[in-house]
């Protein structure tokens, strides 16, 4: 049995034009896509994790990177559904 992933939804969500006031009034967004909030953190994470002195080491090794970025990501998901 797989786990399944909390992706934490579109990173940047779009209300479609299609949908009336009524939707938007009480807070539904519908989703146009695009990358998840989960590859976004990832994305900000390795982007230190390669900018850092002392993560600096990681970028030779991108597997490690991306898990490192990952990892952090799924915390920083995991911190966000306690407030």
């Known amino acids: ?3 399944e992933i909390n992706d934490g939804g579109s990173a940047f969500p779009q209300v479609d034009s ?3 006031d009524y939707d938007k009034k009480y807070g539904r967004v519908y989703s146009s896509g695009g990358m998840s909030l989960r590859d976004y953190f ?3 994470a390795m982007q230190g994790f390669l900018a850092s002195r002392e993560y600096g ?3 030779g090794n991108a597997d490690t990177c991306a898990e490192w970025a990952y990892a952090h990501a799924d915390a920083m998901l995991k911190a ?3 407030c």
């Open 1 to 3: 049995m797989s786990e």
């Open 57 to 59: 080491g990681a970028a």
């Open 42 to 44: 990832a994305a900000k």
């Open 80 to 82: 966000r559904g306690k």
């Open 18 to 20: 299609e949908w009336d």
